[in-house]
């Protein structure tokens, strides 16, 4: 009997034995067949995660971020404990005890699994294998994942320290409202580092990776209370807070930026502008876009915010300044539906969700509105974040600028009512006016011109753009005009024929025929004219820039030839290749205003080439600097027996592009335009500015570039479909007082001083008008003082005319002005000259 029992025992030993033999085998098997051809777990010791990479202006304040996957890179070591051991207790509590995975917690799931009938199913992944799906596996629920989870879960472990898997885990993880990792998480919810977060908060991150979805703290503020009393529960049960701080913690509201109760993070940044999309589209070209979105780049801006704001500006002011004297409504063209109006929530509701621009801030804030309500003569209207305490109104006075273009496209009487121009339901833009003193005193209707712009600002020295703004509003369209709208320069392109003429032996007193032109093109016969349609015989190069002569500009191309303007052109980048044609002398080709304001900067600095820039310097995620603009040497920048308050010795390795005198002599010009010329009256700042106009056929462009001696500003309007802007549009009357609002304020901060007179020349008094050579003590307004090299004393009362035959039909000089007079030049030779007119009396030319 006793051998009975014991070969039955043995019998059932010996099966066991072999069954758990087998099962050994067959899960070994099963390892050794998944394991095979797994990804390398090794890699992950050399990840970097995707971050956020930011941009920061030049005084170090956040100005824009830009990512794929919103995430804050925290190092393991900068991880407070406190959350560490949130998500342990959420998520693995043996994290610091397994090996990769927890058999004990598979065996409690399964179990509960069970029990429940199928009801109760929960993950029992441990950190590590989450680790594993999320950086190599994916997140399909398939048997095979979790094993090949498992092998890999085990071998990382044997690879990486627990912190350093940790650190993976907190970095990697998305927890809802597009914010990945703790870090990001902690400033998304909370606004907070995450060192300033308390153990509720914590817990309240360590309860979204289950289902961010699942656990918006204002949709699903229960659930997620509930899960996050659970993660404090479990903290204290893991003794990591005790039960003082678990019951103060577990009382405490659940508080979150999307339910109010903290301001965004956002709201540190402003809204995103032209600049720092330039910015984004520069560096994706440069560096590639993954890594700029990707890489946690830190970049330093060459931005001033308070000038970008006053760029801003003066552009909208000239821009709806000329929208208000066109006078024609054409409003949001965006409206709600009638039952979208049916209440203050409604409405409200509706017009957040309506695409128009929120970023335009030009003498107050503009907000978004709709019209409720059509009175007799004024008009009821809802705006957006602003309370309805009392009744807002668009008065009747606010609308009789506009006209309304009717169904047949004519444009209509103007309004007398608010019924003329807007209808119930209309989208509209509206803001507050205010008198002198500020107090309020009604809603006035404004509205995003159709005519558009760009403006730019400087640095002459350095190419460091200051300011840009790319037209009206970024929100409404972001089509960069400073950079990417190829436009017709016009007479602003004057400056670098005259430069090719000085650097060619030509002189500022070199007196050229202001006469009619016949040119035979393959088109028919060019007959360019003066914008005045006026000739005024021999003239001073000084008085055809001042004036913006174009018949004179046209014959000093052809003296000079326009092989040499061409190569001028594209030695200061203003284009790549130039077509050798005469009308490109006037500025007929297209370039961007970016080119061209950094072009003049070289006038400005003395003929030296400056690379424009809009960042200063671009550091990796370890804070490396992988780019930096300025490539000048300082010799003893870090000599520390520098004397106190003497300045270090900067050495510039800039290649010259032109000669310093004639830089000078371009730049002397120039300031003519401004005190005497096309921008007189205009552009005043009361230091030394010089700059051109420029106005294109029927003035589909205007356009005023100029520069005091440190900062170079340029301006040009135009439709984004180009047309004619209308009688009395030049670039003198549009871009000029842009310039001037924005220059007042950047010379009040940056200051301005004389420009700097290169050695090797002296001046000579001349007369403005004829050329000819004045005494050294002469005075008066038509005497000027010219600079001239040393050595090369200027032959006075030669006449240049460009070689040009002229038409049997057409006076060498239009005898329309009255007082032309006939003078001798310094040779003894008789010249016919227009009178000393009143520069106002002539308009600022441009492409004819």
Same mark, same amino acid.
């Given at each position: 009997?006793?051998?009975?029992?014991?070969?039955?025992?043995?019998?059932?030993?010996?099966?066991?034995?072999?069954?758990?033999?087998?099962?050994?085998?067959?899960?070994?098997?099963?390892?050794?067949?998944? &394991?095979?051809?797994?990804?390398?777990?090794?890699?992950?010791?050399?990840?970097?995660?995707?971050?956020?990479?930011?941009?920061?202006?030049?005084?170090?304040?956040?100005?824009?971020?830009?990512?794929?996957?919103?995430?804050?890179?925290?190092?393991?070591?900068?991880?407070?404990?406190?959350?560490?051991?949130?998500?342990?207790?959420?998520?693995?509590?043996?994290?610091?005890?397994?090996?990769?995975?927890?058999?004990?917690?598979?065996?409690?799931?399964?179990?509960?699994?069970?029990?429940?009938?199928?009801?109760?199913?929960?993950?029992?992944?441990?950190?590590?294998?989450?680790?594993?799906?999320?950086?190599?596996?994916?997140?399909?629920?398939?048997?095979?994942?979790?094993?090949?989870?498992?092998?890999?879960?085990?071998?990382?472990?044997?690879?990486?320290?627990?912190?350093?898997?940790?650190?993976? !885990?907190?970095?990697?993880? %998305?927890?809802?409202?597009?914010?990945?990792?703790?870090?990001?998480?902690?400033?998304?919810?909370?606004?907070?580092?995450?060192?300033?977060?308390?153990?509720?908060?914590?817990?309240?991150?360590?309860?979204?990776?289950?289902?961010?979805?699942?656990?918006?703290?204002?949709?699903?503020?229960?659930?997620?209370?509930?899960?996050?009393?659970?993660?404090?529960?479990?903290?204290?049960?893991?003794?990591?807070?005790?039960?003082?701080?678990?019951?103060?913690?577990?009382?405490?509201?659940?508080?979150? *930026?999307?339910?109010?109760?903290?301001?965004?993070?956002?709201?540190?940044?402003?809204?995103?502008?032209?600049?720092?999309?330039?910015?984004?589209?520069?560096?994706?070209?440069? %560096?590639?876009?993954?890594?700029?979105?990707?890489?946690?780049?830190?970049?330093?801006?060459?931005?001033?915010?308070?000038?970008?704001?006053?760029?801003?500006?003066?552009?909208?002011?000239?821009?709806?300044?000329?929208?208000?004297?066109?006078?024609?409504?054409?409003?949001?063209?965006?409206?709600?539906?009638?039952?979208?109006?049916?209440?203050?929530?409604?409405?409200?509701?509706?017009?957040?969700?309506?695409?128009?621009?929120?970023?335009?801030?030009?003498?107050?804030?503009? !907000?978004?509105?709709?019209?409720?309500?059509?009175?007799?003569?004024?008009?009821?209207?809802?705006?957006?974040?602003?309370?309805?305490?009392?009744?807002?109104?668009?008065?009747?006075? /606010?609308?009789?600028?506009?006209?309304?273009?009717?169904?047949?496209?004519?444009?209509?009487?103007?309004?007398?009512?608010?019924? /003329?121009?807007?209808?119930?339901?209309?989208?509209?833009?509206?803001?507050?006016?205010?008198?002198?003193?500020?107090?309020?005193?009604?809603?006035?209707?404004?509205?995003?011109?159709?005519? =558009?712009?760009?403006?730019?600002?400087?640095?002459?020295?350095?190419?460091?753009?200051?300011?840009?703004?790319?037209?009206?509003?970024?929100?409404?369209?972001?089509?960069?005009?400073?950079?990417?709208?190829?436009?017709?320069?016009?007479?602003?392109?004057?400056?670098?024929?005259?430069?090719?003429?000085?650097?060619?032996?030509?002189?500022?007193?070199?007196?050229?025929?202001?006469?009619?032109?016949?040119?035979?093109?393959?088109?028919?016969?060019?007959?360019?004219?003066? @914008?005045?349609?006026?000739?005024?015989?021999?003239?001073?190069?000084?008085?055809?820039?001042?004036?913006?002569?174009?018949?004179?500009?046209?014959?000093?191309? =052809?003296?000079?030839?326009?092989?040499?303007?061409?190569?001028?052109?594209?030695?200061?980048?203003?284009?790549?290749?130039?077509?050798?044609?005469?009308?490109?002398?006037?500025?007929?080709?297209?370039?961007?205003?970016?080119?061209?304001?950094?072009?003049?900067?070289?006038?400005?600095?003395?003929?030296?080439?400056?690379?424009?820039?809009?960042?200063?310097?671009?550091?990796?995620?370890?804070?490396?600097?992988?780019?930096?603009?300025?490539?000048?040497?300082?010799?003893?920048?870090?000599?520390?027996?520098?004397?106190?308050?003497?300045?270090?010795?900067?050495?510039?390795?800039?290649?010259?592009?032109?000669?310093?005198?004639?830089?000078?002599?371009?730049?002397?010009?120039?300031?003519?335009?401004?005190?005497?010329?096309?921008?007189?009256?205009?552009?005043?700042? &009361?230091?030394?500015?010089? &700059?051109?106009?420029?106005?294109?056929?029927?003035?589909?462009?205007?356009?005023?570039?100029?520069?005091? @001696?440190?900062?170079?500003?340029?301006?040009?309007?135009?439709?984004?479909?180009?047309?004619?802007?209308?009688?009395?549009?030049?670039?003198?009357?549009?871009?000029?007082?842009?310039?001037?609002?924005?220059?007042?304020?950047?010379?009040?901060?940056?200051?301005?001083?004389?420009?700097?007179?290169?050695?090797?020349?002296?001046?000579?008094?001349?007369?403005?008008?004829?050329?000819?050579?004045?005494?050294?003590?002469?005075?008066?307004?038509?005497?000027?003082?010219?600079?001239?090299?040393?050595?090369?004393?200027?032959?006075?009362?030669?006449?240049?005319? &460009?070689?040009?035959?002229?038409?049997?039909?057409?006076?060498?000089?239009?005898?329309?002005?009255?007082? @032309?007079?006939? *003078?001798?030049?310094?040779?003894?030779?008789?010249?016919?000259?227009?009178?000393?007119?009143?520069?106002?009396?002539? @308009?600022?030319?441009?492409?004819?």
């Amino acid at each position: 009997m006793i051998r009975f029992i014991l070969s039955f025992f043995g019998a059932i030993f010996t099966m066991v034995t072999l069954g758990l033999a087998v099962v050994a085998i067959s899960i070994g098997a099963i390892f050794w067949i998944y &394991g095979r051809d797994l990804p390398s777990h090794e890699s992950l010791a050399q990840y970097k995660p995707p971050t956020i990479s930011r941009i920061y202006s030049g005084e170090g304040q956040i100005i824009d971020e830009f990512a794929k996957e919103r995430r804050l890179f925290a190092p393991s070591d900068e991880i407070p404990d406190l959350v560490k051991q949130a998500f342990i207790s959420a998520e693995d509590k043996n994290f610091y005890t397994h090996k990769g995975y927890d058999a004990g917690g598979m065996v409690s799931a399964a179990v509960d699994a069970v029990k429940s009938r199928g009801k109760n199913v929960r993950g029992a992944s441990t950190i590590t294998q989450q680790v594993m799906k999320n950086f190599l596996l994916g997140g399909e629920r398939k048997i095979e994942r979790k094993i090949k989870e498992i092998i890999l879960a085990t071998r990382l472990e044997e690879t990486l320290p627990k912190d350093k898997i940790l650190e993976l !885990y907190l970095n990697e993880i %998305f927890l809802g409202q597009n914010s990945y990792g703790v870090s990001a998480a902690a400033q998304t919810y909370f606004n907070k580092t995450l060192s300033e977060l308390a153990p509720h908060e914590a817990a309240m991150l360590a309860s979204m990776p289950k289902a961010p979805s699942d656990y918006h703290p204002v949709r699903n503020a229960e659930k997620l209370l509930t899960r996050r009393n659970y993660v404090l529960r479990e903290m204290k049960e893991n003794g990591y807070i005790t039960a003082a701080v678990y019951e103060a913690e577990v009382k405490a509201p659940l508080r979150s *930026v999307q339910n109010g109760d903290f301001e965004s993070f956002k709201t540190a940044l402003p809204p995103r502008d032209y600049f720092t999309d330039e910015i984004r589209r520069q560096l994706s070209e440069e %560096f590639g876009e993954g890594e700029f979105f990707t890489g946690g780049l830190t970049v330093r801006a060459t931005l001033d915010p308070d000038l970008q704001v006053d760029a801003a500006n003066a552009l909208r002011r000239g821009l709806e300044s000329y929208d208000r004297e066109r006078g024609v409504w054409t409003g949001t063209g965006k409206s709600l539906p009638a039952e979208a109006l049916k209440s203050d929530a409604a409405w409200r509701e509706a017009l957040a969700a309506v695409e128009v621009p929120r970023d335009i801030t030009l003498d107050g804030q503009w !907000y978004p509105a709709v019209v409720l309500e059509i009175g007799k003569t004024d008009a009821r209207i809802g705006i957006e974040g602003v309370m309805s305490n009392q009744p807002q109104w668009i008065e009747a006075k /606010d609308v009789t600028w506009a006209r309304k273009r009717g169904e047949d496209g004519k444009l209509t009487k103007k309004a007398k009512t608010a019924g /003329d121009l807007l209808l119930v339901g209309d989208v509209v833009l509206v803001r507050a006016l205010a008198d002198k003193e500020g107090k309020f005193v009604r809603w006035t209707l404004r509205q995003v011109p159709e005519v =558009q712009g760009a403006f730019m600002a400087m640095d002459v020295n350095t190419g460091r753009v200051i300011a840009m703004q790319g037209g009206f509003s970024y929100q409404d369209s972001v089509f960069n005009r400073a950079t990417q709208a190829m436009r017709q320069p016009g007479s602003s392109f004057k400056p670098f024929v005259y430069a090719s003429a000085l650097d060619s032996g030509y002189s500022p007193a070199t007196i050229v025929i202001d006469a009619p032109i016949e040119v035979n093109t393959p088109q028919g016969l060019w007959r360019p004219k003066n @914008s005045s349609n006026e000739y005024y015989g021999p003239t001073p190069l000084r008085t055809g820039i001042e004036k913006s002569r174009n018949l004179m500009t046209i014959r000093l191309a =052809q003296e000079v030839g326009m092989d040499v303007v061409a190569r001028y052109a594209e030695k200061f980048g203003v284009y790549d290749h130039m077509g050798q044609y005469l009308a490109n002398s006037l500025g007929s080709d297209e370039t961007t205003l970016f080119r061209m304001v950094a072009a003049y900067a070289m006038f400005a600095n003395g003929g030296e080439r400056v690379e424009p820039t809009l960042v200063d310097r671009v550091q990796d995620r370890y804070g490396k600097t992988i780019y930096r603009h300025d490539k000048r040497t300082c010799t003893d920048c870090a000599d520390p027996s520098l004397p106190a308050g003497e300045s270090p010795h900067v050495v510039s390795n800039r290649e010259r592009v032109m000669d310093a005198i004639t830089a000078y002599q371009l730049t002397s010009m120039m300031q003519g335009v401004v005190q005497r010329g096309t921008a007189a009256g205009i552009v005043n700042l &009361g230091v030394p500015t010089a &700059g051109k106009t420029g106005t294109t056929n029927d003035a589909k462009d205007v356009w005023f570039v100029g520069f005091t @001696s440190n900062i170079v500003a340029g301006c040009y309007i135009g439709f984004d479909q180009p047309r004619g802007l209308g009688r009395g549009s030049y670039g003198g009357t549009m871009c000029g007082p842009v310039f001037q609002e924005f220059m007042k304020k950047a010379t009040a901060k940056y200051g301005g001083g004389k420009f700097r007179v290169p050695p090797g020349g002296h001046f000579i008094k001349i007369d403005r008008f004829t050329g000819a050579r004045l005494p050294d003590d002469e005075t008066g307004d038509y005497v000027v003082a010219e600079y001239f090299r040393d050595g090369e004393e200027p032959i006075f009362g030669i006449t240049y005319d &460009g070689g040009f035959g002229m038409g049997a039909n057409l006076p060498l000089v239009k005898e329309i002005q009255e007082g @032309s007079q006939e *003078v001798t030049t310094s040779t003894g030779q008789k010249a016919v000259v227009g009178p000393k007119a009143s520069f106002g009396s002539v @308009s600022s030319g441009g492409l004819y």
